[in-house]
Structure formats: structure tokens, C-alpha cells
């Protein structure tokens, strides 16, 4: 068992092709062939900051305002989940704080702790990092169940005075976050994680 | 699975781990096994999946689905002797205001046009492969971009965040489901349906055999 940078060969990414090391494009399925991309780290980084930076407004500013008979109400993603709890469900305002506070923070956590490792050359569970690497992709995606839940309340409760919904800034900016931590994940290059394991070999003849 | 000599390497019959870079050599597994890495686990060829006929009809059938969705009654609400009634397109146009539209246009994206151009890509790929006709002009392009859209269909976590909003709502209105809402879940459940029973390595394999 070597790796593919060790034989001088290149794995497509894109189709799992093997190609000698100096092909620039698959020959196959047309993606660009590259063995390390040099500035992988510096894209996660950056998606990474854009994303924390997104993610600030998106707990300052209200998720939702409700307009009903006499005031208007504007929730925060937090303030809607304290708001739920008053009413007495404690239990959904729990499943709420952990979907958009919870999961995000421990997103950028989560990135933020590999990229480190991988910079530093870490050889500690390399497993447990890659298989966090997996579950931080599969996540991603289901942030935007936020965004979503808010569409359809602003779209479906249009009843006029007695009681109508409309979406508030923070929509914006939580799903800004929300992608921009999805293109910091997938900008991370995980086998990255797996080099430091053996020393590096000069290429094969 | 291991690796000859190094000497011999004919890389054509090789496969690699585009996760941890693990190179092996490529043997089909039986029917209903799968070849995972080594290393990492990551699944690298499948037998447990469906034949491209199926993946075929399945494509066609979510593609039908996300289109007759976009405009049939997907959810009305009563309360208080007042109604609305909303489409799916609707819904993913709610943002109106100012740069909020910068939502919608991402959520017509997520929910009904990436999840209907990756179904149409993949239609045009599998249909002529299934046909034993030479592949379509563009299929590897084609194929590539079917796969990297992948993340950004968002229609199962639409459906999931249907029921949140349902039970957000039920307590003080009435609700009732349109057609397109069942259009929906049935597209979400296809669609994952398709996408784990889809080997990518059995697809592009035929694409380069059949060049």
C-alpha cells in the first residue's frame, strides 16, 4: 500500500483515476490534476473568516418579524429560541438553539481544529480527524433549514391583520454563513491529514 | 488489494483514494459488495447499486417532479376566515425586500434549479451509455458538474424544514397540503434514493469505455 504521491502519480479527485505525476488534466473526466493544491489551506482559511464574519450579524440582527393585531415582534435566532422556552416548549426551543448555535459553532470549530493540525504536521488520530472532516460536510448543508423554515412562514402567513410574518437581515446573513462554511470545507484537502504519517519518499523511478 | 511492482505500473487498471491518496489496484467486487479504502474508508467502488436503467428512470422521474412542483399549490393556511395559498416558487420568492432577494435567488437555486439541471445532466450522461449509443458531445463535462452540484440541492432539507414550519404554524392556523407538497417529498426521497445507489466509479468507467 503506498500513496500515489509517493509512486509519482496523481489521483484525480474528481473520478479517482490514477495518472503519472506531470499530467495537468484527467484525460478522463476533464478536471484539473493536482497532487497537493499549494493554496488549499489559504482557501479554507478565507472562506472561514468570511463566513465567522457573517455569522456575527446573523445573531445580532432578527431573524423574523411577526406583525399581529396591534405590535410587531422582532425575534433573533436566539431571542425566538427564549421565546419559544417561554412558552413553554422547552424542548423545540433546545432543537432550535442546537440547529443555528450549537452546529455553527462547532463548525467553525470544528474547521478551524484541522486546518491547525494539519499546519502544525499532527499525527494523532488521524482517523478521528478524517472521519470529523466527513461529518462537518455532511452537516453543512442542513444549516439552511433556518433560512428555509423562515420562507415558508413569511411566504404562507400573509393573513392580512391578524397576523402575517416577513423575513428579517439576519436570513441574509445566516445563509451567507452557512455557504461560506460549506466552500471552507470543501476547500479542505484531507490528505493533508494522512501525509505527515510517513516520511516523504522521493519519487518513484 | 496491493500494489505490483512498482516498475509495472500500467495506471489505467489502477484506482486511487481521492481522500488519503491511497493507490490500489482496481478489482470489481462481486455483486451487492462494495471496495472501500483501506485507510480512510472511503467507498470507492459499489455493486451494491442500481443499474443505469434504474438510475435513468429515476432521473427522469425527479426531474418531471421538480418541474410540475415549481407551480402547483404547495401549502394553504386558514385562520380567522382568512386564507392564502402559496406555490413552491412562492415559497423560494418570499425574500422581496432590498437585498433579501439575494436569498430567494439562492433558494430558487437550492431547492428547484440545481436539483432539476443536475437530474437533466445526468439524463443526458446515462441515457445514450444505457442505449449503447457513443456518449453525448459533453458528457464528461457534464457528469463533473452533476457531481460537484451535488452539495447544493438542497431538497431534502427543504422537506425537513417544511415540517418544522408546519408545526410551528398548526397551533394557530390551519393547514392544508397541496399536490406539489407531495411532488416534494417524493423528489426528496428519490433523489437520495438515486444519489447513494449511484456508483460514480461504474459511470465514468462505461464513459471511458465507451470512447
Known amino acids: ?183 471552507s470545507a470543501r476547500s479542505f484537502d484531507t490528505r493533508l491529514i494522512w501525509d505527515p504519517l510517513r516520511p516523504r519518499h522521493p519519487r518513484a523511478a | 488489494m496491493d500494489i505490483d511492482s512498482r516498475h509495472t505500473i500500467d495506471a489505467s487498471r489502477l484506482i486511487g483514494c481521492p481522500k488519503c491518496d491511497k493507490v490500489y489496484k482496481a478489482r470489481i467486487p462481486g455483486p451487492g459488495q462494495h471496495a472501500s479504502c483501506v485507510r480512510c474508508g472511503t467507498k470507492l467502488i459499489s455493486r451494491r447499486n442500481l443499474v443505469g436503467s434504474s438510475i435513468l428512470a429515476l432521473s427522469i422521474a425527479v426531474f418531471v417532479l421538480v418541474v410540475s412542483a415549481t407551480f402547483a399549490p404547495f401549502l394553504s393556511i386558514e385562520a380567522a376566515g382568512l386564507s392564502n395559498k402559496v406555490s413552491l416558487l412562492n415559497v423560494a420568492t418570499s425574500f422581496r425586500s432590498g437585498v433579501l432577494i439575494l436569498v430567494s435567488v439562492t433558494m430558487v437555486f437550492a431547492i428547484l434549479a440545481i436539483p432539476a439541471i443536475r437530474m437533466a445532466l445526468l439524463i443526458y450522461v446515462i441515457a445514450p451509455l444505457e442505449f449503447g449509443l457513443p456518449p453525448t458531445r459533453h458528457a464528461r463535462t457534464a457528469f463533473r458538474l452533476a457531481d460537484r452540484l451535488k452539495p447544493w440541492a438542497m431538497a431534502e432539507v427543504f422537506s425537513i424544514g417544511c415540517a418544522v414550519a408546519l408545526v410551528k404554524v398548526s397551533d394557530i392556523a390551519q393547514l392544508e397540503f397541496g399536490a406539489a407538497f407531495w411532488m416534494f417529498v417524493a423528489v426528496s426521497t428519490l433523489m437520495i434514493l438515486s444519489d447513494s445507489y449511484m456508483c460514480k466509479w461504474t459511470i465514468w468507467q462505461a464513459i471511458e469505455d465507451s470512447q
Open chain 1, 1 to 183: 500500500m503506498t500513496t500515489a504521491r509517493e509512486m509519482g502519480l496523481v489521483i484525480c479527485t474528481s473520478c479517482a483515476r490514477v495518472w503519472p505525476g506531470h499530467l495537468r488534466r484527467c484525460a478522463r473526466c476533464g478536471h484539473r490534476l493536482r497532487s497537493r493544491p499549494a493554496a488549499s489551506l489559504q482557501w479554507v482559511w478565507a472562506f472561514w473568516v468570511t463566513g465567522l464574519v457573517a455569522y456575527i450579524p446573523a445573531n445580532l440582527y432578527p431573524m423574523l418579524v411577526t406583525s399581529t393585531f396591534a405590535r410587531d415582534q422582532s425575534n433573533t435566532i436566539v431571542g425566538g429560541a427564549v421565546e419559544i422556552a417561554r412558552h413553554g416548549d422547552i424542548w423545540i426551543a433546545a432543537i432550535v438553539l442546537f440547529a443555528s448555535v450549537v452546529i455553527p459553532v462547532a463548525k467553525f470549530v470544528a474547521i478551524a481544529y484541522l486546518a491547525l493540525s494539519v499546519q502544525r504536521g499532527s499525527i494523532h488520530s488521524t482517523h478521528g480527524r478524517h472521519r470529523l472532516h466527513e461529518t462537518v460536510e455532511f452537516i453543512g448543508r442542513w444549516s439552511m433549514i433556518d433560512v428555509f423554515v423562515v420562507a415558508i412562514l413569511s411566504a404562507l402567513v400573509q393573513l392580512s391583520s391578524v397576523a402575517s410574518v416577513h423575513p428579517g437581515p439576519a436570513a441574509l446573513t445566516f445563509a451567507l454563513s452557512v455557504i461560506f462554511t460549506m466552500l
